[in-house]
């Protein structure tokens, strides 16, 4: 049996070659129409929200980085605070570490560790259902209608003051990071997974976002300070662990229609805890007190807003 003559293995070699060529070509192109397709898209999201989500979320950022500077004299406007309650209104919240508030950039990515707790579970007083009472997701698209996937993951109506934690995410398609993503996308793949963030975004979270954020009246924020020697346990977050601990917070509140800053304030709030019966686990302990110190800085808010039922506990019925 005689084999084909080099010239022949030549051809059929340079046939292959220009076949994975136009092949790549072909895909190359395809993907850059893709990649065109979506960020023309967002361009259009841009111009629509941009000017509703941008003048916020700057001015909220200012004002946090400013309260993470030098510890400043309190402010309490009590007489706009007796005639504006706050406590039961739409609002936004977040609460960082003080030495994450340093910059715009940084807010954003600590706002990953924001969680509505015990402050305010205590100082806020709108009706809102158990967040983690809906079933796991992973988008919006997984729960009901006028539910969103909260940033436990858990389906549930949207809860009151707004975490801004949950904004970030569902506008994240606005970002710069988000179109430097989509452009430097290597392949099908991922620019698939970008679209398809892109598309959930704006079909399910973006329209709840937008209200819930067009509605708010204040935003408030808390901001944790390190104490000296502080040290993190191991297999738990700074955040987790600082918020276990005394410690002193720094909480500012302002009023979005005027950008009117009400409440300044910086407590070191203590508590004790009586454990009775079996002994705890410790990191059930550990819970316990995170969600007891919040309280209690929630507490000393309302006491210095005058109010005299800070701290009371109803009787049982």
């Not at 709840?208 to 502080?230: K, S």
């Amino acid at each position: 049996m005689r084999w084909p003559a080099p010239k022949v293995w030549a051809w059929i070699g340079l046939v292959m070659a220009v076949t994975v060529i136009i092949q790549w070509k072909w895909s190359q192109g395809r993907l850059e129409s893709e990649r065109s397709g979506v960020l023309a898209k967002q361009r259009a999201v841009v111009a629509e929200l941009g000017p509703r989500w941008f003048p916020l979320r700057d001015r909220i950022e200012r004002w946090t980085v400013d309260l993470a500077k030098e510890p400043a004299s309190d402010v309490v406007e009590t007489e706009i605070l007796k005639a504006w309650s706050f406590r039961d209104n739409p609002g936004i919240y977040l609460r960082l570490d003080a030495d994450q508030a340093t910059s715009a950039e940084a807010i954003r990515k600590a706002a990953n560790d924001s969680l509505r707790d015990g402050f305010t579970a205590c100082l806020f007083t709108a009706e809102n259902k158990n967040q983690l009472s809906g079933k796991e997701c992973k988008r919006t698209r997984d729960c009901a209608f006028g539910e969103i996937c909260n940033e436990l993951d858990r389906c549930a109506p949207p809860a009151q003051p707004y975490n801004l934690r949950v904004a970030y995410r569902s506008l994240r398609i606005l970002s710069e990071d988000w179109v430097k993503e989509a452009q430097d996308a290597p392949g099908e793949l991922r620019l698939r997974a970008l679209t398809s963030f892109f598309e959930d975004a704006v079909r399910d979270d973006i329209p709840i976002a937008v209200d819930l954020l067009a509605r708010a009246q204040y935003f408030a924020v808390v901001l944790d300070e390190t104490p000296p020697n502080f040290q993190v346990p191991a297999g738990v977050s700074k955040s987790e662990a600082l918020r276990a601990v005394p410690h002193a917070s720094r909480v500012g509140i302002w009023r979005l229609s005027d950008n009117k800053l009400v409440l300044r304030v910086r407590r070191s709030p203590e508590v004790e805890l009586k454990m009775a019966g079996a002994q705890l686990d410790e990191r059930v302990v550990n819970a316990q007190q995170r969600q007891a110190l919040s309280c209690a800085l929630a507490n000393a808010v309302r006491d210095a807003m005058g109010d005299t039922q800070a701290g009371v506990v109803p009787p049982a019925p």
